[in-house]
């Protein structure tokens, strides 16, 4: 993922690669949701492909969770579950 702000339109946009697709695509800061879990193996982020619709998931490491919370992305805490 790499962070880009086009000149022509404002606002952060990321360059990712579509896990179903595999087309390079550019989505808004905005398309993007961030889930903060417990671990770094249960924090991803998740956006839905412009170019084939798919919604994506992916784990997000801390320098990704760094660029998309700087971005301004919707972050959510996942809480664990009390039986």
């Known amino acids: 993922m790499t962070e880009e ?3 022509d339109e404002p606002g952060t946009r990321f360059k990712v690669y579509c896990s179903q697709c595999r087309e390079k695509v550019e989505v808004p ?3 993007f949701r961030l889930a903060l879990g417990a671990t770094k193996e249960r924090t991803f982020y998740s956006f839905s492909c412009p170019a ?3 919604s994506v998931r992916k784990p997000a490491g801390e320098k990704i969770v760094e660029a998309l919370t700087g971005a301004g992305v919707s972050t959510m805490r996942l809480l664990p ?3």
């Open 5 to 7: 702000e086009p000149a």
């Open 29 to 31: 800061a905005a398309g």
């Open 52 to 54: 084939c619709g798919a």
């Open 81 to 83: 579950i009390e039986g």
